[in-house]
């Protein structure tokens, strides 16, 4: 297939066309093309196999740290690749209802990546790879959209 999209814990969004691979932890719908537990390092996924990679309410169900599931998008996504990137807010409405959620993270979360912000520049040493955020908004108090590409 080549260069891959990468539709993450995709649940019942489906993303079709353009080269996207759907994957979940297990195949609940015929949409699914490839399962894996992403609590399971190293991810199946070749390192600079994925161009964009689309993780919408994913990383706070993990066992794995918001470091580890980072560090594993950083190694399979080429060189001006994306990942986008959405989360519940700690302080949201709904975040503490759902039973599955394991992790609770404010908007700043992802700063600690990234070397040209504050915590990045306090931090470098949380991980070596490295991120750019692109964009970062929170929708209605509830959730938290980022896109950001690694620094390769």
Same mark, same amino acid.
């Given at each position: ?33 490839? *399962? @894996? ?5 190293? +991810?199946? /996924?070749?390192?600079?196999? =994925?161009?964009?990679? #689309? ?39 709904? *975040? @503490? ?5 394991? +992790?609770? /993270?404010?908007?700043?979360? =992802?700063?600690?990546? #990234? ?38």
């Amino acid at each position: 297939m080549g260069v891959i999209k990468l539709n993450l814990g995709c649940g019942n969004r489906l993303m079709h066309g353009d080269n996207w691979v759907n994957h979940d932890l297990w195949k609940h719908s015929s949409g699914i093309d490839q *399962t @894996h537990n992403l609590n399971s390092l190293p +991810w199946p /996924w070749a390192n600079d196999s =994925v161009i964009e990679i #689309d993780s919408t309410s994913v990383f706070e169900h993990l066992e794995i740290t918001l470091i580890q599931a980072l560090d594993e998008c950083w190694r399979i996504l080429q060189k001006g690749g994306r990942l986008k990137l959405k989360f519940p807010r700690h302080d949201g409405p709904f *975040t @503490h209802d759902d039973p599955t959620h394991r +992790w609770f /993270w404010s908007p700043k979360v =992802v700063d600690y990546v #990234d070397p040209a912000t504050k915590y990045g520049k306090e931090h470098p040493y949380y991980t070596k790879r490295k991120w750019r955020i692109k964009g970062k908004s929170v929708e209605g108090g509830r959730n938290v959209w980022v896109t950001m590409e690694p620094v390769k």
